[in-house]
């Protein structure tokens, strides 16, 4: 069963300044700090920031639950022509939960000079035998990932 959940921000900086973020490493960093303490750590187990970059994320654990969730994910797609990015869950996570794929797209698309519209989204596939678990899949994550991203850009730009 495939399914999708998506996101968009409007943004009041100019898109090469929210792709210098999106598209780095640098990403992992902020949303960390900004999600601390759900995303207790982000790990880089290989790489660059490049495609095939590999890291290791741990989630506070959920009510209830026995332990953290810990996952890697892999950059699978960096497009800086069209301004996007895919990372896939490679092991752990939502793969443990019935999932074959977990997708995460960040794209960033020009409104203007001074702004733009950040595009978020979850691509899934699971297992038909797991798939109540889709109802997991929110767009939460996406607009915790958005609020951080977006106070950080606002910030930079008012810092120069």
């Known amino acids: 069963m495939f399914g999708q959940v998506s996101y968009d921000v409007e943004v009041d900086v100019p898109a090469s300044d929210a792709w210098e973020l999106y598209s780095t490493l640098q ?6 700090e900004g999600l601390s303490p759900m995303l207790e750590k982000v790990e880089l187990v290989k790489g660059d920031g490049g495609v095939g970059t590999v890291l290791e994320l741990t ?3 959920p009510p209830g639950a026995q332990g953290p ?4 994910e892999k950059f699978t797609k960096i497009d800086n022509e069209k ?4 990372t896939e869950v490679v092991e752990g996570g939502f793969l443990d939960l019935g999932f074959t794929l977990y997708r995460v797209c960040f794209e960033v698309v020009e409104k203007d000079k001074d702004s733009c ?3 978020l989204k979850n691509e899934y596939d699971v297992k038909e035998e797991a798939a109540s678990n889709a109802s997991m899949v929110t767009t939460k994550p996406l607009e915790g990932i958005a609020s951080v991203t977006t106070s950080y850009l606002l910030k930079m730009k008012n810092a120069n």
Not at 69 to 72: A, E, L, N, W
Not at 83 to 86: S, V
């Open 83 to 86: 301004r996007i990015k895919e």
């Open 117 to 119: 519209v950040i595009k």
């Open 27 to 32: 990403l992992a960093k902020v949303v960390q």
């Open 69 to 72: 969730m810990i996952y890697k």
């Open 59 to 61: 989630l506070a654990p």
